[in-house]
């Protein structure tokens, strides 16, 4: 299958290697990976921050770009959602019929890395080896709004050598929620404080989700605490071999 990747604005500048982790397993499982130099910002913080009809552009530019490719991916459930669930918002506020179809028709062609293996190609063994104890956060937008359920676990679960061990109270919210963490710190931090203490219960080596937000978030909490534990993103795992 010919797949672009929508590598998203957090990654790109702050986590490429999640992003040719992701190309490696893409291309390890036989896809053809095209990466669309002409992508942008998905808008998802303007429109998270009232800055609804800034990102309209932004919603144009995303279907003009990605709209000829047979599927999108993304390592990041967060951008993904944003995409599927709230550019036909922005569409109706632009009062664009034209565009709410095109981004409805491009909506069912965007996935989150992990629901694109298990969901849409029948993939959990992407012939991975990982020798460490992990822990997963499922995300507040992987769960909730993409609703990927088990797709990230049944891929760790067939990782060979890894000792997956399960986070207590996963379903909670870690406290990041992008500029959540900005305007309600306190908040954020009591939230991010739980989520630490039920990673540290797991006694795992490494913390891993589908975004790095989040990652980022739970990572700087784990580095304060000088607790030894380390957050990596699903598809570096995934990408991780016993020759590499």
Request: hydrophobic share 40%; proline share 4%.
């Amino acid at each position: 299958m010919r797949v672009a990747l929508f590598i998203t604005c957090f990654n790109d500048t702050l986590f490429p290697e999640t992003g040719r982790a992701t190309v490696e397993v893409l291309e390890r499982l036989g896809h053809e990976v095209v990466f669309p130099e002409e992508q942008t910002c998905c808008g998802q913080m303007h429109f998270n921050t009232g800055y609804q009809r800034e990102a309209i552009p932004l919603v144009r530019r995303f279907v003009e770009v990605f709209g000829p490719y047979d599927a999108v991916v993304a390592p990041s459930g967060s951008c993904v959602g944003m995409v599927r669930e709230l550019y036909p918002l922005a569409a109706n506020l632009a009062n664009d019929n034209e565009l709410l179809y095109e981004v409805e028709e491009l909506g069912e062609k965007v996935f989150e890395l992990s629901e694109f293996l298990v969901k849409k190609t029948g993939v959990t063994d992407v012939g991975a080896y990982y020798p460490h104890r992990v822990t997963y956060h499922p995300t507040c937008h992987s769960l909730r709004m993409l609703k990927v359920g088990e797709a990230p676990l049944k891929l760790l679960r067939r990782v060979r050598g890894i000792d997956l061990v399960e986070l207590p109270e996963a379903k909670e919210c870690c406290g990041f929620g992008g500029t959540f963490a900005v305007k309600n710190a306190d908040t954020s931090v009591a939230m991010l404080g739980d989520k630490l203490r039920h990673v540290l219960d797991t006694e795992a080596e490494i913390c891993t989700a589908g975004d790095n937000s989040c990652l980022m978030h739970i990572g700087g909490g784990l580095k304060r605490q000088r607790a030894g534990v380390r957050t990596v993103h699903l598809a570096e795992i995934l990408a991780s071999t016993e020759e590499r």
